[in-house]
């Protein structure tokens, strides 16, 4: 599962539990983005890690890839997938997006070579409309998730405004935010 992560927050762990759960998946691999092509400035590299880790850690199933972030450029999905399929040259990948995100698949870096990767599964995402014929024409599934309308944007506005982002990300990931004046217009 790619992203920002910036932060993480309980709807992206919701999404890769029930694609796990449903896809009888072994591990999900967390890929914080290095350079995200199409986003505003985003936090260091290192604190989303950090935070990706943290809210990852107890899960037995969840883990976390550097690629993306030790690549130091703009982040491809086409290169996460090859690298990733480097290091596993046996595992079979499917590349976990929400529902916002799959209708750009369309406009990724060698879509054709994507389907070879990976299978992709689209997840739901309230605010979202998909209507199936959205979807590109390839190796993509759609899985209806509980909604959780958490953003990582509206957590970073929260955090802003001195409103609370408890419950919506994990307990250490709050604490990690508050020990590093993350997301504070005075940082
Ligand atoms: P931002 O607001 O900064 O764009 P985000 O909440 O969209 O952050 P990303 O890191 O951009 O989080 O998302 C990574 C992946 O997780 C994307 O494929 C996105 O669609 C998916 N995702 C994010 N939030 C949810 C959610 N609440 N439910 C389901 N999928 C989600
Ligand atoms: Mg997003």
């Given at each position: 599962m790619g992203g920002t992560f910036d932060p993480i927050h309980h709807g992206h762990l919701v999404a890769a539990s029930e694609v796990a759960q449903s896809f009888d998946l072994d591990e999900v691999i967390f890929v914080p983005t290095?350079?995200?092509?199409?986003?505003?400035?985003?936090?260091e590299a290192e604190h989303r890690y950090l935070m990706t880790v943290i809210a990852t850690?107890?899960?037995?199933?969840f883990t976390v890839s550097r690629v993306d972030i030790d690549r130091h450029e703009t982040t491809y999905t086409i290169d996460t997938l090859r690298d990733l399929k480097k290091a596993r040259p046996d595992a079979d990948f499917v590349f976990i997006t929400g529902a916002d995100a799959v209708a750009q698949i369309f406009t990724w870096k060698n879509v054709q070579e994507l389907w070879d990767l990976a299978h992709f599964v689209a997840v739901s995402r309230p605010g979202h409309v998909v209507s199936?014929?959205?979807?590109?024409?390839?190796?993509v599934s759609w899985l209806e998730v509980p909604?959780?309308?958490?953003s990582s944007t509206d957590c970073r506005s929260r955090v802003e405004r001195g409103f609370p982002v408890w419950y919506l990300v994990p307990d250490g990931v709050v604490q990690y935010i508050s020990k590093h004046h993350l997301y504070r217009s005075t940082s």
């Open positions: 290095g350079m995200p092509p199409h986003k505003r400035v985003v936090t850690a107890a899960n037995p199933r199936l014929s959205d979807l590109p024409e390839g190796d909604a959780l309308a958490i």
